[in-house]
């Protein structure tokens, strides 16, 4: 995700790519991955210390990451194109 090494320092980039990437199925709750992740990256100002918050929200309640994040209604892929700059 080439979003996630733009915001974030190198050498943190890589710890939240592989928390992404390691994330349990139960912290999806069915939704799409990428839904789930991009709310656990979009809010964070680059810093690993508010990530790792919002992966810890995202295993109490997924539902509650995708609404702070912005991405909790049916118009989530619109917003999060809007975040990335460029349609996927």
């Given at each position: 995700?080439?979003?996630?090494?733009?915001?974030?320092?190198?050498?943190?980039?890589?710890?939240?790519?592989?928390?992404?990437?390691?994330?349990?199925?139960?912290?999806?709750?069915?939704?799409?991955?990428?839904?789930?992740?991009?709310?656990?990256?979009?809010?964070?100002?680059?810093?690993?210390?508010?990530?790792?918050?919002w992966?810890?929200?995202?295993?109490?309640?997924?539902?509650?990451?995708?609404?702070?994040?912005?991405?909790?209604?049916?118009?989530?892929?619109?917003?999060l194109?809007?975040?990335?700059?460029?349609?996927?």
């Amino acid at each position: 995700m080439r979003w996630v090494e733009s915001e974030f320092p190198t050498g943190s980039s890589e710890k939240v790519l592989e928390e992404l990437r390691d994330l349990p199925d139960g912290v999806f709750g069915g939704q799409v991955p990428e839904r789930i992740q991009a709310s656990l990256v979009i809010r964070t100002g680059g810093d690993w210390h508010v990530f790792q918050q919002w992966v810890q929200l995202a295993h109490s309640d997924w539902r509650d990451a995708l609404v702070g994040a912005g991405l909790g209604d049916e118009d989530w892929r619109i917003r999060l194109d809007a975040v990335l700059g460029t349609p996927r």
